[in-house]
């Protein structure tokens, strides 16, 4: 059973930084794209930022343009984790951040077959 677990959320003033994990188990973890998503209260699941599963020239990496700049996905196959690196960050940056497994580094939710259930990012001062 693939099982996705979120980790390093919390509370942050604004301009502050965070850097999410996610581990992964139950199939291998290198053959697929992985994701980033968030929701508020209210409003629909976003998409953040994706990766690609990779290839000889390296990986491709996918973000909304709310974050481009400010925000970085990356992977460590030998861990079976993926991150997302927060600077900068800015109150509306506030919500539940989901990472998602899938075959392909889509901004659909369709494009993602496993969910974490998420973490808390607030940022507040």
């Known amino acids: 059973q693939v099982q996705l677990v979120e980790s390093g959320g919390g509370l942050v003033q604004p301009g502050g930084s965070l850097r999410l994990s996610c581990v992964a188990s139950?199939?291998?973890?290198?053959?697929?794209?992985m994701g980033w998503f968030r929701q508020t209260p209210g409003k629909e699941r976003e998409f953040v930022a994706a990766i690609d599963a990779g290839s000889w020239s390296g990986y491709h990496t996918y973000y909304a343009e709310s974050v481009k700049g400010r925000f970085t996905i990356a992977r460590e196959n030998a861990k079976s984790t993926v991150f997302l690196q927060m600077n900068s960050l800015k109150p509306e940056d506030t919500a539940v951040y989901y990472c998602a497994s899938g075959d392909l580094p889509g901004r659909e939710h369709a494009s993602y077959d496993f969910w974490g259930p998420g973490a808390l990012v607030n940022v507040s001062s």
């Open positions: 139950g199939r291998t973890f290198e053959n697929y794209a």
